[in-house]
């Protein structure tokens, strides 16, 4: 499973808007069809390898693009057959069919198979789940190659529903951008591995997946403090702050101070409590402040919380932290990263609906505030709607402490100053690159344990 980096996503109707667009510029939704095909016949050449090939098509322009396929297919000798589920019903569809000269067969119970499947059937234009009896049909084909156009059909490519297909994709061709779909659970396993057929849109960048993982290496002139200061607030379970001060040292900060009474992981790490802590807040050096891990709701959280929302020093705030501060965000007037998993968010939004990605958009907006939210299907969304996706991440992060290192580099990333949702992806992307390097058996310590 996999999708390009640095990719743009669209929903259906920003797809459509850019389509209108692409239209105006001079280039015929036709044209985009003819390229849409062209990118789907390419690569279902490549995945058959000379074995025959089965397009099935539905009746929006999502078949119009398997009736171009099965053209182009054809005039370069591959033995392809065609399946329609129902006419096509669109005037763009209708001129790929009939541009297609070969038979077009009914898709029911008892069709012949073929080594490759173009599943070709819906594409963002899926308003409601499919039926039983073409799901069944459909799952006959399961142990076939599946080359999906578009998205693998049955899904809501926006994401906001969640559709499985019966038909799960070995790769799945984007054509112009990708969906939420193609990055959101449950849908994106269904999606293989995605690419991206770019057929001329302009899509807007707003939405985008995580940019491939780069090593930002200190200016020249760097000094301690010049890389970022990151203070990390410490409640009665000192091992998770110890594992974000750890994090926030190997991700970059040039200088770490965590609370507390006992050795940190590092030696590098300043370990203060008290008054000595308390007044590092005052220090304008300091560029964030880490407040969450191991920290349990409570008057401690509070006070601590209070006094570093008075500083005005940028915050990363976990777990706990979370809905303690959200009241006082409103007003926006500081850098703030929050780090929800699923039911944090779920406590702190209750009014967020629609897609993981909508949902995030929204709790940013209302808490003025880069929300980075957790999971399998990482969303960052920024207040002014800018989203990044995370998917597929690593699924060796699923386990205990990788939050509070995933803190303490957003701490890191903070500090260093600059734009708290670029920050954001880029703690994002720094623990997902660490826990690739690292892979099988990764427990939390070992993220923080050698420099990537
Ligand atoms: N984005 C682009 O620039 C291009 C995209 N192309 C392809 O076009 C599809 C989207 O096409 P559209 O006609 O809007 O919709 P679909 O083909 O996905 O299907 C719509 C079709 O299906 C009917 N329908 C909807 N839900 C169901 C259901 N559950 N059961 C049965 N029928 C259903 C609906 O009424 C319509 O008739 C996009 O994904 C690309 O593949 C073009 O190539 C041009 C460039
Ligand atoms: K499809």
Redesign the pocket.
Known sequence: MSVPADAPILTAAA?RE??AATARAGVS?GD??ER??AAVADFAWRMAAGAPILILC????????GYVAARRLKARGVAVRVAALAPP??D??KAARDAWDGPVESLTDNIASAPLIVDAL??????????DDLSAMLRRFSGRRILA???PSGVASDGDADWLPPLAADVTLA??ALKPAHVLLPTAPACGRCLLAP?G?AADRHMQTLPAPTRAVPAPDAHKYSRGMVLIASGPMQGAAALSAAAALRAGAGYVVLEGDRPAPLSAIIVEEGDAFAKRLGDPRVGAFVIGPGFPAGDALDARLAAALASRTPLVLDAAAIPAALPHLEGGDTRVILTPHAGEFARAFPEATGSKIDRARAAAAQARSVVIYKGADTVVAAPDGRICAAWPGSPWLATAGTGDVLAGACGAMLARGGDPFDAAVAAVGWHIAQARRIGAGLVADDLVAAPF
């Open positions: 797809m850019a389509e939704l985009l069809m849409a095909g539905g009746p929006g322009n999502n078949g119009g693009d019903a669109t763009l569809a819906f594409g963002v234009g899926l308003t409601r789940p499919l039926a156009v578009d998205v054509l112009g057929i849109i």
